[in-house]
T-cell receptor, first 114, second 114 residues
Framework: ETGVTQTPRHLVMGMTNKKSLKCEQH?????MYWYKQSAKKPLELMFV???????ENNSVPSRFSPECPNSSHLFLHLHTLQPEDSALYLC?????????????FGDGTRLSIL | AQSVTQLDSHVSVSEGTPVLLRCNYS??????LFWYVQHPNKGLQLLLK??????LVKGINGFEAEFKKSETSFHLTKPSAHMSDAAEYFC????????????FGAGTRLTVKP
């Protein structure tokens, strides 16, 4: 049990579908993050939320839409994705979004775009 | 902006022999440095962190790392490898620049032979 739970673990969708990834943390943290992990590439930070407010969007295409209704839950809404969006999507949380605070990761959602 | 280079994409050792995973960083400020491990189909787990305290940092599972400012290095070591250590290892740097974001290295895959 990592304290950060992601669902679903695997998702296969067509390019015209709409789906959502869910992340929940049970650690009492105030910052949450979405990362994209592609083969042969370093981890890419997508979004940062601090106390439910989005504090960072790293030039992510609009077909990815995050939502943070409270400090414990984070969603990533997906629509009209492209094949290159196939990757492992990792959610993380930390006490606050300060660099020396370690982040705790979920096990990820493996996304495959047909 | 900060950056991190993991010098080896793949390291192979025999069970019971020492492990050395190399990491060099670049930072204009006092950095925080981390090592994470990722087992197959799992998220990233924090092994250890350096945040300007003792330069020799001990982590979980017998791993340790030494911060060497003069060499801008933060190599990860373990005296004796176990089969269960086989995984992907990520060196991470964070500092005041770039919104305190964590910058991940490309990863080093550790293989442990019986």
């Amino acid at each position: 049990e990592t304290g950060v739970t992601q669902t679903p673990r695997h998702l296969v969708m067509g390019m015209t579908n709409k789906k959502s990834l869910k992340c929940e943390q049970h650690l009492g943290h105030n910052a949450m993050y979405w990362y994209k992990q592609s083969a042969k590439k370093p981890l890419e930070l997508m979004f940062v939320y601090n106390f439910k407010e989005q504090t960072e969007n790293n030039s992510v295409p609009s077909r990815f839409s995050p939502e943070c209704p409270n400090s414990s839950h984070l969603f990533l809404h997906l629509h009209t994705l492209q094949p290159e969006d196939s990757a492992l999507y990792l959610c993380a949380s930390s006490q606050v979004s300060v660099g020396h605070q370690p982040q705790h990761f979920g096990d990820g959602t493996r996304l495959s775009i047909l | 902006a900060q950056s991190v280079t993991q010098l080896d994409s793949h390291v192979s050792v025999s069970e019971g022999t020492p492990v050395l995973l190399r990491c060099n960083y670049s930072s204009s400020y006092s950095p925080s440095l981390f090592w994470y491990v990722q087992h197959p189909n799992k998220g990233l787990q924090l092994l250890l962190k350096y945040t300007s305290a003792a330069t020799l940092v001990k982590g979980i599972n017998g791993f340790e790392a030494e911060f060497k400012k003069s060499e801008t290095s933060f190599h990860l070591t373990k005296p004796s490898a176990h089969m269960s250590d086989a995984a992907e290892y990520f060196c991470v740097v964070s500092d005041m620049s770039n919104n305190n974001d964590m910058r991940f290295g490309a990863g080093t895959r550790l293989t442990v032979k019986p």
